[in-house]
């Protein structure tokens, strides 16, 4: 492939990564090397926002004593990186990191007074100062993923600019990315520019610079966020030069490996997609931030990371796969089956969960059905009789009612058949309290009352305090406080 760095790579990206602050931690990391190595992996990408500030650190301040401490510490995460990396190297593996910029760490105040005037021209200096001293550290790094439009780096760039800004948005975006670009090429390693917009504006002015820099792209396969059942993301299609594609196998939006997360025939569906868009290689997200210490690979999702470097190889049908992962065709027909669970938490592909977890109420809910699972959440909600959402209420309802028998039955059928369908015993459960709210909040959207759901799913909270065997996550995902503010709303109509 043509490879974002200009340089010439034989074989695709296919990029392991990790998005949770066990990153730093080789008990944690090391083991997926040679998962990485068996199964098909060239890049293992560390993920976390602040990563770059975390590495590295410019100078010394005034207060000695704490500015010498955190030295030391940069120091030694630069080493592990730097460790990381030589261990990569020996199966032709390489080491990148994923950030989000502009971003600093409360030593430079001090040493940058000029950075406190939010976002301004000052930034691309110093982060090209940060790249070029993380390049001095771990000079064994192959290269780096930029988020430069996301609303979650700590300076909250662009997307919520202040109207009449006196910044050129996409001057600024031009500077960024050549404060990257420059120190990056120069020793030949990558730069792949991530699309992480949450407007349109935004977003084009940011394809635009990544276009000008002739540098590689990094995108969601789906539209917005990873949610099964979404349509491609639009973007794919814009992208002037090489892409990336982005696959999450963590289940961020699917029950985060609590309840079984098998995205293999749905996987198998968009990856026609990617090789025909001709992209230069695929990212496999493993982890979320908002979880410590949980990982695909440690359950049942390991699937997808199995699969999804074999279908970028070429089509294979799912069966094949799930029967491959688990070295026998026993439990493949209920794997695959079981993402229809996650599905159907949703409302006809809108995005009625938050998280993969029951919202605070159905107004909450609501909102986030007609946002995409965006935007503010503690706007009053007034339901049009004309609302679409309203019209798909009946089917939404069926789908939820048969996905509560299908996990029954599911979960009776794996039964016995070893620790990998464990998670299956929580289906039952996961799929009725999303088939309660639906139900209620499709009766308050049309005026009725939802006494009777509120009492259900406060008599399934009391079951959820049962549940025993749970992964701490589960108890967030299966949380008796959250079943209860939602009826609570459903109450209070």
Known sequence: MRGA?????????????????????????????????????????????????????LGLTANYGVSDLRLKKVRNRAAWLGELATRLERFGARLFIEIKEPSFHDYALELYPELTGGVTADWPAFCRAKMVDLLARVPGLGGVIL???????????????????????????????????????????????????????????MLSAVARAGVGASVKITAHDYFPEYPENPVAQGVA?????????????????????????EFARRMT???????????????????????????????????????LAGPEAPEALVAGWLGRDQGVEEMIASAEIARASYWNACVFPRHSCLASSWQEAWLSMQSHGMGRRDRVVHVASDDPLLA?????????????????????????????????????????????????????????????EAAQLE????????????????????????ARLFAGSLRGG
Not at 241 to 265: K, Q, Y
Request: with cysteine; aromatic share 8%.
């Open 5 to 57: 760095s200009g340089s010439d790579r034989a074989m695709s990206f296919v990029g392991l990564e990790m998005h949770d602050a066990t990153l730093w931690s080789p008990e944690r990391v090391l083991p997926l090397l040679p998962i990485m190595e068996r199964w098909g992996y060239n890049a293992l990408v560390l993920h976390e926002n602040d990563l770059l500030d975390e590495a590295t650190q």
């Open 273 to 311: 997609r990617v090789r025909e868009m001709g992209a230069a290689g695929i990212l496999v997200r493993t982890s979320w931030e908002a979880i410590r210490g949980a990982n695909a690979i440690d359950g049942s999702s390991a699937v997808n990371v199995y699969a999804l470097p074999r279908l």
């Open 459 to 482: 008599a399934l909270a009391d079951e959820l305090e049962q549940i025993k065997g749970l992964p701490t996550r589960g108890r967030v995902l299966l949380d008796p406080a959250q």
């Open 241 to 265: 030069g090489p892409m990336i594609l982005e696959f999450d196998a963590f289940g961020e939006h699917t029950g985060w490996d609590v309840i079984p997360n098998c995205r293999v025939a």
């Open 147 to 205: 988020n430069i439009s996301s609303p979650e780096s700590r300076v909250s760039m662009p997307d919520e600019m202040a109207e009449g800004a006196a910044l050129d948005r996409g001057a600024f975006f031009d500077d960024m990315i050549a404060a990257f670009k420059d120190p990056l090429h120069a020793r030949g390693k990558d730069l792949w520019v991530r699309d992480f917009s949450y407007t349109a504006d935004v977003q084009s002015d």
């Open 392 to 452: 798909q209420g009946e089917a939404v309802i069926a789908r939820s009612e048969a996905a509560v028998e299908l996990a029954k039955d599911l979960a009776a059928k794996v039964t016995g058949m070893g620790e990998v369908f464990a998670g299956f015993r929580f289906l039952p459960t996961f799929a009725r309290q999303f088939q309660i709210a639906q139900d209620g909040t499709a009766k308050i959207a049309q005026g009725e009352s939802a006494a009777a």
